[in-house]
T-cell receptor, first 114, second 112 residues
Framework: EPEVTQTPSHQVTQMGQEVILRCVPI?????FYWYRQILGQKVEFLVS????????KSEIFDDQFSVERPDGSNFTLKIRSTKLEDSAMYFC????????????FGPGTRLLVL | RKEVEQDPGPFNVPEGATVAFNCTYS??????FFWYRQDCRKEPKLLMS???SGNEDGRFTAQLNRASQYISLLIRDSKLSDSATYLC?????????????FGAGTRLAVHP
């Protein structure tokens, strides 16, 4: 069964450093998403991406965040200057279409900012 | 009012019990609804979509009441493996894009 993959599974970084989280969506999917889940809290939408541009972003997704599809398979989330409060699990998801389509989630990257 | 509201639980039930979870959502224009399951420190996994007519998948039954903005999940004959957090998820489908709004989840613990 096709699945979304994410690397690394864990990332530890110092405050102020840049991190890039990587995702490989399911191959025939066209819509890509990032969500985050702070420990003990709910899953929160960050950004959706379609046709090489951001289609929607949340208030959390400020100028420190960016997304990119650098090639035909990868989808990345960059945090330019990490803050302590960026510590969370980051989930990538993908869907075949937009309208009421199921989103499939990757296993997540656990980011710890020290 | 929270966009998606759930009773956090935990629900502690014996094997074989029937348990029901409820969820309310605030955006009356929401278009699609789901229950996801999340195991500890794992990704959310789709359990089932929820339709106005109600739908069933084995031991799981989901119902949607659009007038009351209320979603439910019924689990019959609970198994130990059902222990997880159940996430009520709504797609407001604003602007034609597919953004999921999650509830905080209801924890279920099934014991022998």
């Amino acid at each position: 069964e096709p699945e979304v993959t994410q690397t690394p599974s864990h990332q530890v970084t110092q405050m102020g450093q840049e991190v890039i989280l990587r995702c490989v969506p399911i191959s025939n999917h066209l819509y890509f998403y990032w969500y985050r889940q702070i420990l003990g809290q709910k899953v929160e939408f960050l950004v959706s991406f379609y046709n090489n541009e951001i289609s929607e972003k949340s208030e959390i997704f400020d100028d420190q965040f960016s997304v990119e599809r650098p090639d035909g398979s990868n989808f990345t989330l960059k945090i330019r200057s990490t803050k302590l409060e960026d510590s969370a699990m980051y989930f990538c998801a993908s869907s075949e279409g937009a309208s009421q389509e199921t989103q499939y989630f990757g296993p997540g990257t656990r980011l710890l900012v020290l | 009012r929270k966009e998606v509201e759930q009773d956090p639980g935990p629900f502690n039930v014996p094997e074989g019990a029937t348990v029901a979870f409820n969820c309310t959502y605030s955006n009356s224009a929401s278009q699609s609804f789901f229950w996801y399951r999340q195991d500890c420190r794992k990704e959310p996994k789709l359990l089932m979509s929820v339709y106005s007519s109600g739908n069933e998948d084995g031991r799981f039954t989901a119902q949607l009441n659009r007038a009351s903005q209320y979603i439910s999940l019924l689990i019959r004959d609970s198994k130990l493996s059902d222990s997880a957090t159940y996430l009520c998820v709504v797609n407001p489908f604003s602007g034609g894009y597919n953004k999921l709004i999650f509830g905080a989840g209801t924890r279920l613990a099934v014991h022998p």
